[in-house]
């Protein structure tokens, strides 16, 4: 059976789970700690990066986008990503603002919430949490909210890879007990609700509830 592996809380190994699980491709889950930079792991991906896809016969695939990618073109049903030309690109480009932009405001917070106060033993600065809010968020959530659906998906009625790429670091903030604020991004908030609750959204939660728990009472990621 294929492998997915990497650590359930990165945002990145959530986008292609939760692409495999609409594909109704069957794998198994093997953690792999991005922090651990050892050479088995530089083997499987020179740059020392989570996800990599191993295919059953050993085959390896790093990186999510590459990933979603080979999988639609190996499993093109039901099809994540759109056909015409036009929304195939808007597609695209949020994926690319998922992976980029976003992610980095929302594993920002993440790290000051869970991941810096275990290494340093220090309490959560919430002073300093709201400020890099204040000062960073508008700029990544207000476009957002401005293209937010009032109702589907991103893309419409199809939920695809623009929604698995934002919803993927927004998850993050739960993780972290810091959600996104409702009342200021009430539009992507509602979309989020919905994407989230997707059955492959939610298959991941367990798995990334108990790495964090791992995490944040060990120190270490789970084995």
């Known amino acids: 059976m294929r492998k997915l592996h990497g650590p359930a809380t990165s945002p990145f190994v959530r986008k292609a789970w939760i692409f495999l699980k609409e594909k109704g491709i069957d794998f198994e889950h093997r953690q792999l700690d991005p922090l651990d930079k050892n050479a088995r792991f530089l083997k499987m991906n020179p740059l020392g990066r989570v996800p990599i896809l191993e295919e059953d016969d050993g085959y390896l695939i790093p990186d999510s986008s590459v990933i979603c990618e080979y999988l639609e073109s190996t499993h093109p049903t039901p099809a994540l990503y759109p056909s015409e030309h036009r929304a195939r690109a808007r597609a695209m480009w949020l994926e690319e603002y998922g992976d980029t932009l976003l992610v980095g405001v929302c594993a920002r917070v993440f790290w000051m919430h869970i991941i810096i106060p275990v290494r340093t033993g220090k309490p959560v600065d919430l002073d300093e949490v709201a400020t890099f809010v204040d000062d960073n968020f508008p ?65 991941i939660i367990d798995a990334e509830v108990a790495a964090t728990e791992v995490f944040r009472t060990t120190g270490n990621a789970p084995k």
């Open 139 to 203: 700029g990544a959530l207000d476009y957002l909210e401005s293209i937010a659906p009032t109702h589907g998906y991103m893309m419409g009625d199809h939920f695809g890879i623009a929604d698995i790429s934002l919803l993927s670091p927004v998850r993050l903030l739960d993780l972290a007990g810091a959600p996104l604020d409702a009342k200021r991004w009430p539009k992507f908030d509602a979309w989020y609700q919905r994407a989230i609750d997707r059955p492959s959204a939610r298959s």
